[in-house]
């Protein structure tokens, strides 16, 4: 019984720093809390024994490393799909398996690019992380994924109208 409450506490955890991410306005900001985040979740789905989920996160962790580091983004981005692919091919078990190599590629491709695009990718990737964590029963990760795709979409929409409200004044200047 301790045992699961301390897997589903490192999970929120883990999603604490993610979510504190999302509200960071720099990208470095952004990617530096990620990197914690990903060395929590690695612990989280080992106890879990969602394999997938921790290799996959294990190289998220590499990865936000290295776009924290680097100048194009997108270049390593593409640089990175060939280890999705292997990673997706060893930990193969059934489509459920592959969902983090899914999920990881759509954030992977998302941080590589503007705000509005992270978002949106953002409440894409969170999406299939959901159904993976119900999968593996990952209560922390499940409910705490459903929390940031809803956040996620309120921070697109909130800038969707403060892009047209300063439209607007551009149009009355």
Known sequence: MLE???IQ???????????LSYWRKKVDDVLFLQVISCV????????????S?????L???VRDFVYYKSDDDLKLFFYSIPIYIIIAVLNFTGIMSVLPSLASLIDGFSLANKKVIVV???IASY????????????????????????????????SYKERRKRKRKKVSV
């Open 59 to 61: 190289f998220e962790t």
């Open 9 to 19: 506490l490192v999970g929120f955890v883990a999603w604490i720093f993610l979510a």
């Open 120 to 122: 949106i990718g953002g």
């Open 53 to 57: 989920g921790l290799y996959i996160v």
């Open 127 to 158: 999406t299939v992380w959901l159904i993976y964590d119900i999968y593996v029963g990952s209560i922390s990760g499940a409910l705490t994924d459903f929390i940031l795709i809803i956040s996620n979409i309120f921070v697109l929409i909130t």
């Open 4 to 6: 699961a409450f301390f």
């Open 40 to 51: 929590l979740f690695v612990i989280h789905y080992y106890f879990l024994d969602g394999m």
